[in-house]
């Protein structure tokens, strides 16, 4: 526990004293930070990470029974900073970059509101334009 100590206090020394380091449950071979960097506590340096082809971030990772997983990231910094992810919940991007995986940038949803979450600000922008089209029609009455 001490070494893990040392471990963090180096880390935030190195990096941003604001950025907080913390193991994912099931992962205790890693520290995750609140901004979405994996450090390796075996290798003592930070996991490269790749973009699926959905467009979230990954990082392979070994559990702690040992076997080998891709693991998106939001969802390693959801269970590190926040506690396990609930069977048949999601974590959404609230603002919808899939690559801005900050904790404040994260939330626990249901698959029906994540799938709605995408589509409302493009609703809200085409019921916007529509108002104003309206307005402009009306003064120039």
Known sequence: MIKLKREVESLKTQHNDSI?????????????STDGQVYSLKSDRLL????????????????DEGIKKHMRVHRLVYMAHIGAIPEGMQINHKDENKVNNCIDNLE??????????GTRNARISKSMKIYREKQRAMATC
């Open 108 to 117: 626990l949803m249901t698959n029906r509101e994540n799938c709605s979450y």
């Open 20 to 32: 907080e380091w913390e193991q994912a449950q099931g992962f205790s071979k890693y520290l995750i």
């Open 48 to 63: 490269p990470q790749g973009i699926t082809n959905r467009g979230y971030k990954q990082v392979d990772v070994c559990n």
